[in-house]
């Protein structure tokens, strides 16, 4: 039961707070492998720290509450999160994908699931009746990111998940871009939620965890039974440094879309500029939708300058904006998706879904929105041919 009917109050005080044995605010660090046994069969009700561990616990608790599920799952990367979601799935079950996801997810379907006899099927989310269209009887599940990476495609989730309850299948919701604080996957329809939790629930780009949440019970002990079986959880100093960061996720997502929204509006109004997608503009895609099922349009920005501007002039023309992999951070990021995050995706493929040579992905950080707005400015201006 939470403590407060408000998100901001159970970031810091949900899941298990603090510590009972010695009053402490925060959990602990139960930095161990095994735990004493009194006698056969006979446990403290923890056995071994890759089957369950006390800080991981109390972490899992936390997002589960957060996202309103029955049970949240701890993992070393959300790769290994969605990974272990995937092996809930049999040979010759197909799952659809949305048509821009994180290269990684497409990767790992690609790569290796599809080698154990898993089929993927990239599939435009944004269009319910061809998706509905879609569910042949192999299909056993969605695979959903909204808004999408990089190009902040934004799907109904909800209309996506009645469509999946008339099939019979699940719907899986990559939350990453939104996090539980601005959008809550699972009460739209979802069935299971993965997280990056590397992003925006980290929030300091000092760690590499994966999280996962469902709201039914069946769903929660195949996840646990496997989870325990690949055994790729998060350790325990890792799941203590995710609970510090959420506890100030709230305060972090107030500013980095107050700076967001800022800078779309520049980008926007720039003459440099050919488009920008961003979810809380109201010329963007899926505006409505998004307005109707998330607090707002999140922190993440793509943008492509004209024919006439250099992409790689533009990245050597920042200063404070660092070109890096990874996102959600204090620190203000910029990558280049063709190249970087979503390498892997063959070029037909990226280019047919929109991913071209020269779009460019933003995280908008919490620094003082001038200053990345000058910085902006300054290599759009050094990138001008």
Not at 120 to 142: C, G, N, Q, W
Not at 222 to 230: P, S, Y
Request: aromatic letters at 8%; hydrophobic letters at 40%; glycine letters at 8%.
């Amino acid at each position: 039961m939470s403590i407060s009917k408000f998100i901001e109050t159970t970031l810091i005080h949900g899941g298990i707070d603090g510590d009972s044995v010695t009053g402490a605010v925060n959990v602990p660090i139960y930095q161990t492998s095994t735990y004493k046994q009194s006698g056969l069969g006979e446990n403290t009700g923890w056995e071994y720290s890759r089957t369950g561990n006390p800080t991981r616990a109390a972490l899992e608790a936390l997002i589960a509450e957060l996202e309103n599920g029955v049970a949240g799952f701890a993992f070393a990367s959300g790769m290994a999160a969605t990974s272990t979601v995937l092996s809930l799935f049999h040979q010759g079950d197909r799952i659809l994908i949305s048509s821009n996801v994180y290269g990684g997810t497409f990767r790992v379907l690609d790569k290796v699931f599809k080698n154990l006899g898993i089929q993927y099927s990239i599939e435009d989310t944004t269009d319910l009746e061809a998706l509905d269209a879609k569910v042949t009887p192999d299909v056993k599940a969605f695979f959903v990111e909204s808004p999408a990476n990089p190009l902040l495609t934004v799907t109904d989730l909800s209309a996506v998940a009645q469509i999946a309850k008339k099939h019979g299948i699940l719907t899986i919701v990559d939350n990453t871009f939104m996090t539980p604080y601005l959008q809550r996957p699972l009460d739209l329809g979802a069935d299971i939620v993965v997280h990056s939790a590397t992003k925006y629930l980290g929030g300091h780009s000092d760690l590499v965890a994966g999280l996962a949440v469902t709201n039914n019970k069946e769903i929660a002990d195949r996840l646990a039974f496997t989870q325990n079986a690949i055994g790729s959880v998060l350790g325990p100093f890792d799941s203590f440094l995710l609970i510090r960061g959420i506890k100030t996720l709230g305060v972090r997502l107030d500013r980095h879309t107050e700076n967001a929204l800022r800078i779309a509006h520049f980008l926007e109004s720039s003459e440099a500029v050919k488009k920008v997608y961003y979810p809380g503009l109201p010329t963007a895609q899926g505006y409505e939708i998004n307005k109707k099922q998330a607090k707002n349009g999140g922190a993440m920005i793509s943008f492509e300058l004209k024919e006439n501007y250099d992409v790689r002039k533009f990245f050597k023309g920042l200063r404070l904006i660092s070109l890096a992999e990874s996102l959600g951070g204090v620190e203000s990021l910029v990558c280049h998706p063709a190249s970087m995050t979503h390498a892997s995706i063959p070029k037909e493929i990226r280019e047919k879904v929109g991913i071209t040579d020269g779009l460019i992905r933003l995280s908008v950080g919490i620094e003082k929105v001038d200053d990345i707005i000058l910085d902006l400015n300054a290599a759009i201006q050094a990138a001008q041919e």
